[in-house]
T-cell receptor, first 111, second 114 residues
Framework: QKEVEQNSGPLSVPEGAIASLNCTYSDRGSQSFFWYRQYSGKSPELIMSIYSNGDKEDGRFTAQLNKASQYVSLLIRDSQPSDSATYLCAVLNQAGTALIFGKGTTLSVSS | GAVVSQHPSRVICKSGTSVKIECRSLDFQATTMFWYRQFPKKSLMLMATSNEGSKATYEQGVEKDKFLINHASLTLSTLTVTSAHPEDSSFYIC??????????FGSGTRLTVV
């Protein structure tokens, strides 16, 4: 069973701080990685996708991928209370047939 | 951007009845659709993967006779929960793949079986 692991949190940061979310995965053949944000009672929405080792920046969000360590992270700069949500790490399996989700990390940004 | 429409958004049904949930890709052709279930404070659990015109592939532990999936066209997949019971109450979410936007989620269906 391929797995995606995340700390469930909650991760609490003050407004304006950097929030760091981490994820590890077990399928070494995976090539596509995604971060989703999910508000309570809502469907996940895609924040970032990353496919190559290194950093990928989009606005206040930076995704980092290290395939050798099987590790992917998401940094949120200048955190806002509206960023408070559950962040789901998702990994596309090697066959490309299924997106496997971690349990999610709950982020709380206090004003 | 890619849009996936899922309905109903919320349904309450009596135990023993069947409920159908629809998932439509509105502006792209979805070669593959995924059905997930999410219990409160839990992560998304993949139930099955469906490809247009072929039988769905179910994850281990998911009863294919209970959760009927039909992917009759490149824009429509349906999940029917047959003979629903209270333990089937959950948040069901579809996701469609098949375009440059990657995986797009529907808005989810909150099923409550009473």
């Amino acid at each position: 069973q391929k797995e995606v692991e995340q700390n469930s949190g909650p991760l609490s940061v003050p407004e304006g701080a950097i929030a760091s979310l981490n994820c590890t995965y077990s399928d070494r053949g995976s090539q596509s990685f995604f971060w989703y944000r999910q508000y309570s009672g809502k469907s996940p929405e895609l924040i970032m996708s990353i496919y190559s080792n290194g950093d990928k920046e989009d606005g206040r969000f930076t995704a980092q991928l290290n395939k050798a360590s099987q590790y992917v992270s998401l940094l949120i700069r200048d955190s806002q209370p509206s960023d408070s949500a559950t962040y789901l790490c998702a990994v596309l399996n090697q066959a490309g047939t299924a997106l496997i989700f971690g349990k999610g990390t709950t982020l709380s940004v206090s004003s | 951007g890619a849009v996936v429409s899922q309905h109903p958004s919320r349904v309450i049904c009596k135990s023993g009845t069947s409920v159908k949930i629809e998932c439509r890709s509105l502006d792209f052709q979805a070669t593959t659709m995924f059905w997930y279930r999410q219990f409160p404070k839990k992560s998304l659990m993949l139930m099955a993967t469906s490809n247009e015109g072929s039988k769905a592939t179910y994850e281990q532990g998911v009863e294919k006779d209970k959760f009927l999936i039909n992917h009759a066209s490149l824009t429509l997949s349906t999940l029917t929960v047959t003979s629903a019971h209270p333990e089937d109450s959950s948040f069901y979410i579809c996701s469609a793949a098949g375009n440059s936007y990657g995986y797009t989620f529907g808005s989810g269906t909150r099923l409550t079986v009473v």
